[in-house]
């Protein structure tokens, strides 16, 4: 007795999509933003002793403070925000002229031309 089960699904033998190299792998996502949050905070703690530098400076040097304190945030959220950036693929290792060339001496019918050569 022959009933109708569930159908097996065939797997193909190709992968759904390209197959990641562990070589173009980046940084993990918690090692990336830590980096990125360690680097955040060293740039605004920099910001803070501008600000207090040049409350406390009364020399030129102020307005250079007040100007480091102005830029910083801009270029430190800049900097946060650059990252998980995607490698390039360096490719295969097999050069396109690895493979023998095909033989077009051995075909099946006649050429384009419709007439024999």
Not at 8 to 22: D, L
Not at 51 to 57: D, E, K, Q, R
């Amino acid at each position: 007795m022959n009933r109708p089960g569930p159908r097996r699904r065939e797997r193909s033998a190709t992968p759904a999509g390209p197959v990641p190299r562990i070589t173009t792998a980046g940084p993990s996502l918690t090692g990336d933003v830590a980096r990125r949050t360690h680097r955040y905070l060293v740039q605004m703690s920099i910001r803070v002793v501008c600000f207090v530098g040049a409350v406390l400076v009364d020399h030129w040097t102020r307005w250079v403070l007040l100007a480091g304190a102005v830029v910083l945030p801009y270029v430190a959220v800049v900097l946060a925000n650059a990252g998980r950036e995607r490698g390039q693929d360096p490719g295969t290792l097999v050069g396109p002229g690895a493979l023998p060339a095909p033989d077009r001496t051995t075909g099946l019918g006649t050429g384009p031309s419709g007439g024999d050569t």
